[in-house]
């Protein structure tokens, strides 16, 4: 931290007055907002990897120069690893679809034209922002090939595939996976153009008139069109409606279509559209070819997912798994020629016709009664009603804390934010972990003995960040494993609920 620091005093003059850390995304890079005296703020980045903070300048420069909204990049440090980026503010297009999300993808109309807005600037960063683009200063490399697909569906065998116990013919699925990998890159008359790599509603922000802002494409690299608008429109935890997603296709092919006029009209030589390339624009045709990426797309999300959920065990990878099974279901419907990858189709129709998690749960107690209390240990520790004398008491004191920043304060546990925040810097989950091995055993045995009340109550300073987060996570997860009923209450925040 002190070096960002310390590049923002020699840029602005004087130190900041204020900084507060932004919760991360998958990468190692740190994110700090920085602010001066008088409330201007800019973002501090520490980066681990010189190429890639290289990769950011280069890309971002040229963007900006094209006319796309990114972020200026106004102060390196002298070994590169550190700098200074323009702040584009608080609101992202995942929280401005927060509404929707939790609706279970029932989006208002302006959320929808958020969406639609977002996809139609598309093909202008993928085309027109390249314009100027040296694809050698890409970071890990210049474009999307062979090696590059056939190590992310080997990320999906290894982190995702194999711990889910489906079993496979591990020969045959290599195979496929090579002449699927052909099919991706090979056979489009569309021209490449530059892939962001991760595209999707976190990495674009919003100004205070919704126009969309573009951040986190240190990653991206020549490769096919397709790609991207699959990443954006099936981001699993997005829960986009069918009609939705079919809008934005619209909407992308026409601006497309725009774009690809421009290009041809700017051409000196007078090269027009091939009647290859007309062809491939027609929405029939543009859209099945869409469904391999998209297929490929939540191949690579899920091998993700299961690293970081198996593996590196943060809670809210687990949870976007399921919807992420359901995109992929409801895709292979309509993605019949992929029966042609005979043990690649099998695959995916077991996995997509297994059972969700929790699916295969023990059958529900009808004895048991469990109660699960966040609270604020400044209120003291909540009373037990069945006479029995309470039961277990937790402290998530020890945890870092959310409500110490600005940004957290008057959210709560339950909020994505603070959910992001807290997984992030990991200390909630290992402490986690241990109460669900306690939790766990405990509840079976009371299962075993026909006891019929058991008490958890999570405390922490205030009772609205830590507790809240535990005490939720706790109720879904004997709820989903054992099928008792559990009864919710985060006291302070003045929320009950009953799972049954």
């Not at 840029?11 to 409330?39: F, H």
């Not at 951040?215 to 096919?224: E, H, L, M, S």
Request: with cysteine; net charge neutral; hydrophobic share 40%.
């Amino acid at each position: 931290m002190q070096r960002i620091i310390s590049l923002y005093t020699s840029y602005r003059g004087s130190e900041p007055a204020a900084t507060q850390p932004i919760g991360g995304s998958g990468s190692n890079r740190r994110y700090v907002r920085l602010s001066a005296a008088d409330g201007t703020t800019l973002i501090g980045v520490i980066g681990t990897s010189v190429e890639e903070n290289e990769a950011f300048f280069h890309i971002a420069s040229t963007l900006a120069a094209n006319g796309i909204n990114v972020p200026a990049v106004v102060a390196v440090s002298a070994d590169r690893l550190c700098y200074l980026q323009t702040d584009l503010g608080r609101r992202s297009l995942f929280d401005a679809l927060q509404r929707g999300r939790e609706a279970d993808g029932c989006y208002a109309a302006a959320e929808c034209g958020l969406v639609r807005s977002v996809v139609s600037q598309l093909p202008r960063i993928q085309l027109l922002g390249q314009r100027g683009l040296d694809y050698g200063k890409c970071y890990p490399q210049p474009e999307m090939d062979a090696t590059n697909v056939a190590f992310d569906l080997n990320y999906f065998k290894y982190c995702f595939l194999k711990p889910s116990g489906i079993d496979f013919n591990e020969l045959r699925l290599e195979h496929d996976f090579q002449a699927f990998a052909h099919r991706l890159l090979a056979g489009s008359a569309l021209p490449q153009g530059f892939v962001y790599r991760d595209f999707q509603a976190r990495n674009v922000m919003l100004d205070a008139d919704d126009h969309p802002w573009f951040i986190d494409f240190q990653g991206g690299r020549r490769g096919p069109l397709y790609y991207d608008l699959a990443s954006f429109l099936w981001q699993a935890s997005a829960r986009y409606p069918s009609a939705l997603r079919h809008e934005a296709v619209e909407v992308y092919l026409k601006s497309l279509r725009e774009v690809l006029f421009e290009m041809q009209a700017s051409a000196s030589d007078g090269t027009r559209l091939s009647s290859a390339v007309e062809r491939e624009l027609d929405p029939d045709v543009f859209r099945s070819r869409l469904s391999d990426f998209v297929v490929f797309r939540l191949m690579q999300v899920l091998g993700a997912y299961g690293y970081r959920g198996y593996f590196e065990r943060k809670r809210h990878f687990l949870e976007s798994i399921p919807p992420a099974i359901e995109s992929l279901r409801t895709t292979l419907a309509g993605c019949g020629h992929l029966a042609a990858f005979g043990e690649l189709h099998a695959v995916l129709q077991k996995l997509t016709a297994a059972p969700a998690e929790g699916d295969a749960a023990a059958p529900p107690s009808a004895a048991l009664r469990v109660r699960v209390f966040s609270f604020s240990y400044k209120r003291g520790i909540p009373a037990d009603e069945s006479g029995n004398g309470g039961g277990y008491v937790f402290d998530c004191r020890s945890s870092n804390n959310p409500g110490r920043y600005a940004e957290y304060k008057t959210l709560t546990g339950l909020d994505a934010p603070v959910v992001r925040f807290l997984e992030d810097d990991g200390e909630i989950v290992r402490f986690l972990d241990s109460v669900y091995a306690l939790a766990d055993f405990h509840v079976a045995r009371y299962i075993e003995r026909g006891l019929t009340d058991l008490m958890f109550a999570f405390g922490c300073t205030g009772g609205q960040h830590r507790s809240v987060y535990c005490a939720q996570h706790l109720a879904e997860r004997l709820h989903r494993k054992f099928g008792v009923s559990v009864e919710l209450c985060h006291r302070e925040q003045g929320i009950m609920q009953v799972l049954s």
